[in-house]
């Protein structure tokens, strides 16, 4: 297999680190990919939202497979744009087209799917900037705390719980009126909350059939007990405790095959990932939202665990035989704990040089917002690296992780010390 993996985070790089321990990986490339990649797969530089660019690329390296890792080249049609170029419709792309990444790209297409195929989830309305006045009557019938999200794409920060009603109708004006995410606020869906434990599911999915992996939890807010600013994640763990087998056959049951059969039958060509974002409710799953591809920082600690031929399931994926393939685990816990930049999410500065990399010996650093710089890695994101580690249960996962980042500098360097705290 000659593959070509786009993106540029720990996600990729996670996803690039699987794939280079498969013997049917002949050639591997990265676009952009980041100095982790550099280490599992050959990075290249060219704009792959230029479709004739990314044509180029594929033909003259003879790609069979494109992954793509990032949410917004799928929601733009990166798929639709390879399979209707007749020479390059034999290549195999991991990802929804354009029609079936709506699941992530709007918030109420995904709701609306979600109610037209019997999916357990919050109840909701939608709103634009017509209709505010009736959004703050809305949200008058609910009980606090009250969940306002932009439906569009907003980089992971669309989605505000706020305690107080006033506040709330306040930020509904601001998400409406006033853009605060841009395009992605012109339409808001105001939903009942729910209270409970969330987690993540993914499962891949050839149209017909799909393979679940490991489940995981990750963790958004930037404060230690879940508290302060949403963020793009950070740290992760896997198995979760009280993800058991029953709950986990609920959620095959009601919501993984109730989901791939919904595609079907209201004909979306989907191949690729789909992420379940899940909050079990009293012994219960319900779906708080859908991603359509590998979620970011899970992947750093699903992957890990994954005992099978990640290339093998990804070409099954793409021929239609993926209903064949068993996934087997990792038994061990493997968790993660990012490294974000001091001021994250709010302003931060890059450019900060990160040293002890090469001390590290106990856990597996996935890099996400890191660039090369005059033979230096420096920073370039807000979430700069990942450490994943393993253990023979969460504690001595996360103890191995904590040791790792203790050896890693740079200026500003921030991390929380409380991942799994609730587990």
């Known amino acids: 297999m000659k593959i070509l993996v786009i993106g540029s985070g720990g996600r990729e790089h996670a996803i690039c680190w699987k794939l280079a321990q498969s013997n049917l990986v002949k050639n591997l490339y990265a676009c952009p990919g980041n100095p982790g990649t550099a280490s599992s797969a050959e990075n290249v530089s060219f704009d792959f939202n230029n479709f004739e660019e990314l044509k180029d690329f594929i033909l003259g390296h003879s790609i069979d497979t494109v992954v793509v890792g990032p949410e917004a080249p799928l929601v733009e049609g990166i798929h639709d744009k390879i399979s209707d170029d007749e020479s390059l419709s034999s290549v195999n792309v991991i990802g929804p087209k354009k029609h079936g990444a709506q699941l992530e790209g709007s918030k109420e297409f995904s709701k609306k799917f979600m109610f037209r195929h019997d999916v357990p989830t919050a109840k909701y309305q939608s709103f634009t900037g017509e209709t505010v006045a009736q ?3 809305f949200l008058e019938t609910l009980l606090p705390p009250y969940v306002l999200k932009a439906d569009g794409l907003a980089a992971g920060k669309g989605v505000l719980i706020i305690s107080d009603l006033q506040t709330a109708k306040e930020e509904l004006n601001n998400m409406l009126l006033d853009a605060k995410f841009g395009d992605a606020s012109s339409t808001v869906v ?7 434990l969330e987690f993540s599911v993914f499962a891949l999915t050839d149209g017909e ?3 679940i992996l490991p489940e995981a939890k990750d963790y958004k807010r930037i404060g230690e007990g879940d508290t302060g600013l949403n963020t793009g994640g950070m740290g992760a ?3 979760v405790s009280f ?3 029953e709950m986990m056959q609920k959620v095959e049951e009601r919501i993984v095959k109730p989901t791939v059969t919904g595609l079907k039958k209201d004909n979306i060509d989907y191949k690729g990932f789909i992420f379940f974002g899940l909050i079990e409710v009293k012994g219960e799953p319900f779906v708080i939202e859908y991603n359509a591809r590998l979620g970011d920082p899970e992947t750093e600690v699903v992957l890990p665990r994954l005992n099978s031929d990640f290339a093998e399931l990804l070409k099954a994926c793409g021929n239609g035989t993926l209903g064949e393939k068993k996934i ?14 001091g001021g994250y999410p709010g302003s931060y500065s890059k450019g900060k040089e990160i040293i002890g990399l090469e001390n590290v010996a106990d856990s597996i650093v996935f890099h996400a917002g890191t660039r090369e710089e005059e033979n230096k890695i420096v920073t370039s ?11 023979e249960d969460k504690q001595a996962a996360l103890l191995n992780s904590y040791k790792s980042i203790y050896k890693v500098d740079f200026n500003g360097k921030y991390y929380r010390k409380d991942i799994g705290f609730d587990l």
């Open 135 to 137: 959004g703050k009557a």
């Open 190 to 196: 105001i939903e009942e909350f729910l209270d409970g």
């Open 209 to 211: 059939d799909y393979v």
């Open 237 to 239: 763990v896997s198995p």
């Open 243 to 245: 993800v058991d087998d």
């Open 328 to 341: 087997e685990f990792d038994s061990r816990a493997a968790v993660t704990v990012m490294a974000v930049s």
């Open 381 to 391: 994101g807000g979430r700069v690296l990942a450490f994943t580690s393993y253990g």
